[in-house]
């Protein structure tokens, strides 16, 4: 049953809009720290620190650096980082096999992480691009992006992040039957308390460019990735993957890009009540960021109120490169 209301002038709604303090009172979702999730992009060396230019304020970092910032992040009160490495050109291949290497720099990274900072959460991506001659997220035969030979991949890339000590296992590459196949290796292998927090529901989307940039996909990418990421124009079948997803034993799903499918948040969160999370990928941030430094709009402002309507939209939490600065706005 709807609410009724008296009519004006009993009514006015702007008596609760006053003050700071009254709309404090009524503000139906807030924003913490706890919310934020921070990609970080791992690259090789010793005390590096590399501007991606399509992303201002971003920077790859070598394992030394990635330690300071996840001590950064701990500091700050942000539970949880996740890490994306820039693997050397010279690294990837056909078979894809550094994907799975006990010693490449995403598993380098969580033990040195895991050493220095135990208490944050470290989360890891399991897609093969970064490691691909054809910078697909699975194998390709013949042009195609083959799917059961993928998993089986996939699959040893998630048994080495696990064995290395993360957290959360973050499959990104959209093959069917992935989860349960990772499940069910994760258990086997005793990582019995390792979560899944799958994307789910992540779309073929012209906003990835700069993350592309930023891991050194961008010129290896052959073709395009419509046939295994969603297309734009679906909602309900973003559901279902997603059902199928928790059916197979994620913990967690996500809905990848975020402001543009908010939409999906919602129905996502409304619909199965499991945690729900939300990339705030690189070009919307590459977006904000840029109108923001031509004086277009209030960067700051404009960062709250992105990261505010993924929890309007009944987001549990947003992967977002703005973590460290909003956790010091939330913060100051």
């Known amino acids: 049953m709807q609410p009724t209301f008296a009519r004006h002038p009993a009514t006015r709604f702007r ?8 709309r ?16 970080v992009f791992v690259v090789d060396g010793e005390g590096v620190e ?9 920077v790859r970092r070598s394992v030394d650096k990635v330690v300071e910032a ?4 701990a500091d700050l009160g942000i539970p949880a980082i996740c890490l994306f490495p820039y693997t050397d050109p010279a690294k990837k291949t056909y078979d894809c096999a550094e994907a799975w290497n006990p010693d490449n720099l995403s598993n380098t990274a969580t033990r040195a992480i895991k050493a220095a900072v135990p208490e944050i959460a470290i989360m890891t991506d399991v897609a093969l691009d970064p490691y691909s001659v054809d910078g697909h997220d699975g194998f390709v035969v013949d042009g195609e992006i083959v799917n059961d030979a993928s998993v089986e991949a996939l699959v040893k890339q998630a048994l080495s992040q696990a064995d290395a000590g993360c957290d959360i296992i ?7 039957g992935r989860i349960g196949a990772i499940r069910q290796a994760l258990e086997a292998a005793g990582h019995t308390n390792t979560c899944i927090m ?3 529901a992540k779309y073929a989307s012209a906003y990835y460019g700069p993350f592309r940039d930023a891991v050194g996909a961008s010129g290896a990418l052959k073709g395009n990735k419509k046939t295994y990421q969603m297309d734009a124009g679906n909602s309900d079948e973003a559901l279902r993957n997603i059902a199928a997803d928790l059916e197979e034993g994620a913990d967690m799903v996500m809905v990848k890009p975020g402001l543009a499918y908010l939409d999906i948040c ?12 939300a990339y705030q990928v690189s070009g919307e941030y590459a977006m904000i960021e840029a109108a923001a430094q031509n004086g277009w709009i ?5 960062m709250v109120e992105s990261l505010q309507a993924f929890k309007r939209a009944g987001c549990d939490g947003i992967l977002t490169y703005f973590a460290p600065r909003m956790a010091r706005a939330l913060a100051g």
């Open 15 to 22: 008596r609760v809009r006053r003050t700071p303090a009254l």
């Open 24 to 39: 404090s009172l009524v503000q139906e979702t807030t924003l913490s720290v706890s919310d934020l999730i921070w990609p």
């Open 50 to 58: 590399q501007p991606v230019l399509s992303m201002p304020g971003v």
């Open 70 to 73: 996840a001590r950064e992040a």
């Open 170 to 176: 973050g499959p990104s590459d959209m093959m069917d």
């Open 198 to 200: 799958s994307y789910a």
């Open 266 to 277: 919602q129905r996502a969160k409304a619909q199965f009540g499991a945690p729900t999370f």
């Open 298 to 302: 209030d960067g700051d402002k404009v």
